[in-house]
């Protein structure tokens, strides 16, 4: 071996190790180079002793130097071609936290409405179809029609809103009751669900705002029996055959006789807890047979027709039929809530 051919492998290592772009194509490198039992800078090492005494000195030291030179740049090289191989990664890896999450959030029916389309179906088969009205009522549809005069202390119950002309936000779906009466003659069956106003405190079964279900059936002949079979099936329907269902004597100015139509609480097996204030039972509406005074203010004849009224609430259908134990679920708008259904 000469000084050229010594040279030309130190030249040619190093200029092979700037192309090196990978941990394999290093590795390669290295055991060329460097390898035990045929790397080329032990092949020079060994030639040493081959050479004229005088020479040794320098060429081993030159061909130590270039070792060593070498060396350092392999380490150097390594390390860049690791950091630009963790770039890459981390690249691929990165999460852009200001994207759009993925999917659609898919919506879904609120359960206060489900359980006013269920109410619908069912009393649908009942031969019941739907009357609407406003939600800002004047006083003769919401109170003086309905037998409550002004000064009448029922009314302290049903506080609202009112507008500077004497309009109220209804109190409750009964107003439509009297304008269906007024516009159109029996046989009548009507279901009238609406949203009403109370200056109610909440509580786990109250809202200010709630929604009514009110059922109208005005025909010859119709009885108290009807009323209470209608209910009670409904009940059944709804809540499950097992439920009890309760009719207890009240009183509405509208109505003779009255009644409260309550359902076993499903929340304590009518043991008593928070939601039904330790009753064991839910009141779900008031009922009873049209007042005479009633059909008498919307020109109907009490000796010839009859009728039977109720009312219902409907966020306490769904709260019994869902499950949920406090009505103000159904108002807060929680997505972690309506997101279950
Ligand atoms: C009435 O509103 C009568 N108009 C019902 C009626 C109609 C009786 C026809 C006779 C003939 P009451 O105030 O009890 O009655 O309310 C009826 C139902 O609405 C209650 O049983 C309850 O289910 C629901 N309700 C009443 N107040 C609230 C409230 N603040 N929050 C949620 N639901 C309520």
Avoid at 88 to 102: C, K, M, N, S, Y
Avoid at 212 to 217: A, N, R, V
Avoid at 288 to 307: F, I, Q, R
Wanted: with cysteine; net charge negative; hydrophobic share 35%.
């Amino acid at each position: 071996m000469n000084q050229a051919t010594m040279e030309q492998v130190l030249k040619d290592a190093e200029v092979a190790l700037g192309h090196l772009e990978t941990e394999g194509a290093l590795e390669a490198w290295y055991v060329k180079y460097f390898g035990r039992e045929n790397g080329e800078i032990g092949k020079l090492l060994k030639t040493i002793p081959e050479l004229p005494p005088q020479e040794r000195g320098t060429v081993g030291k030159a061909i130590n130097q270039g070792k060593q030179a070498l060396e350092a740049a392999y380490e150097e090289r390594r390390g860049r071609v690791a950091s630009a191989a963790m770039q890459e990664q981390l690249r691929g890896e990165r999460i852009d936290v200001t994207l759009p999450a993925r999917g659609q959030l898919g919506g879904s029916i609120h359960p206060i409405m489900a359980a006013k389309q269920e109410l619908i179906d069912l009393f649908a088969y009942y031969g019941f179809t739907v009357a609407d009205g406003p939600e800002i009522e004047d006083d003769w549809h919401n109170f003086t029609a309905l037998n409550t005069p002004t000064d009448h202390p029922a009314r302290d119950a049903q506080d609202t809103f009112y507008l500077p002309d004497g309009r109220l936000l209804r109190t409750h779906m009964s107003s439509v009751q009297i304008r269906a009466m007024e516009s159109g003659k029996p046989p009548l069956r009507l279901i009238m669900p609406g949203r009403v106003y109370r200056r109610d405190d909440v509580t786990k079964r109250h809202y200010p705002i709630f929604h009514q279900l009110e059922g109208l059936m005005v025909e010859e002949g119709t009885t108290f029996a009807h009323l209470k079979g209608l209910l009670t099936a409904l009940c059944h329907e709804l809540f499950g055959k097992n439920r009890r269902v309760r009719f207890r004597p009240s009183f509405f100015p509208f109505t003779e006789p009255s009644t409260e139509v309550d359902v076993e609480c499903p929340f304590c097996g009518a043991n008593g807890c928070g939601t039904c204030s330790y009753s064991g039972w839910i009141e779900l509406g008031g009922a009873g047979m049209v007042h005479p005074n009633v059909l008498e203010a919307v020109s109907l004849d009490p000796e010839k027709v009859t009728g039977l009224a109720f009312g219902m609430g409907i966020d306490r259908v769904a709260m019994i039929r869902y499950g949920i134990n406090d009505i103000r679920h159904l108002w807060e708008n929680d997505d972690r809530f309506l997101q279950q259904f």
